[in-house]
């Protein structure tokens, strides 16, 4: 019989604005206790977990030197316990789970923990993020070439898509305004509360405080004050920080398994994963690779978008997911539901597990069966997940 790969749980933190709440935090610290707290709670026996796969994308500094491994000894696990780090650049988190549950696929572990974590107070994102900064090295002299030395960074990218799919400033305004007003619904109703790990923070006068929301949320946005800001990758441009993802701290972690190992060692799996796809297209554009990544999971499924009851679309930047939508026709009231990145922030390796978490929440919460979850990537990828709900 075929071996399917389920998950049993999923948590993440509150998540932090850059500075904010969680600053005091180290970012292994950060992860080692979203993992333990997962450990704890899904009462799984560590000595049965195979690996710990956490995605960051910014390995430098405190995040450099395998914080996967380095947040298993901090969580108290055992020292037999490996973690691997890996680097899908903004979909990390999603790709972590995705290998944890290719492993158990394969037959390889029955047990593994598929994780994030991004501080982008203690790492920042680099001189090309900066608006009008210079070239990133990274690229190296070859591709920079091929590319006639104009690889841009994602803000000047997102600008071209702007542009390629005709948005106006104030669909892109409009898209902002509904993901802060669904999230702090959201969150005023509770519905994050039983994912969140409980943790405390730093507040604005330095005092240790309980966190139990989410710091980017404008629980009273102003359309008016959104209209007025200014663009900051080019000054006719479409893109101010109103309708782009917050810079911001945070983890996730989730347990996942194969089905029958769980169910043996009496774990409920919540939720099955059913496809799991990884596309790239142009690293110019750079956020168009959501739309095969998004096709190839749903033709692995054996699925049509029809059958999808909520997607999520990582908000990278407003016209991201209103691309998304554009393409597919999809339902806007079935398409991040509980708002996304651009209220709640995007602590880069870490969203693809808190978008996750979300929608094994939201799925049980309207006891709805199938959810689809993409994610942009620097560089032009995209990776994309389909999960069914289990009773
Ligand atoms: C867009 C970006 C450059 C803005 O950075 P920033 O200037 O540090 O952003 P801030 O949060 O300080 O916001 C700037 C100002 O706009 C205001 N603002 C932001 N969002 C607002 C909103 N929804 N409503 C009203 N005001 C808002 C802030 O209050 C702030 O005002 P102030 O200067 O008076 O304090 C940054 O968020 C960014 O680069 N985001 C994308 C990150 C990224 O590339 N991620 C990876 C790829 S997806």
Redesign the pocket.
Known sequence: MSREAVIVDAVRTPVGK?GGQLRDWHPVDLLAHTIAYLVDRTGIDAARLADVIVGCALQRGEQSGNVARNAVLGAGLPVSLPGTTLDRQ?GSGQQAVHFAAQAIKSGEYDFAIGAGVESMTRVD?GPL?V?GGGRGDWYGTRALARFDGDLPA??PSVELVAKKWGFTRQQLDAY?VQS?RRAAAASDAGHFASALVPLDGTDKNGNTVALSRDEGI?FD??PE??AG?QP?FSPDGL????N????SDGAAALLLAERGAAEAAGLRPRARIVSMAVAADDPVLQFTAILPASQRALEQAGLTIGDIDLVEVNE??SPVPLLWREEFGYPEEQLNVNGGSIAIG?P?GSTGGRLMTQLVNELERRQARYGLLTICE?GGMANASIIERLD
């Not at 782009?244 to 810079?247: F, K, R």
């Open positions: 850059r903004c994102l993020f608006p994602q803000g902002s802060h404008r946005i102003d004050r959104v800001l900051v893109i101010t920080a109103g782009a993802s917050q810079m990278a930047f995007h880069l620097g």
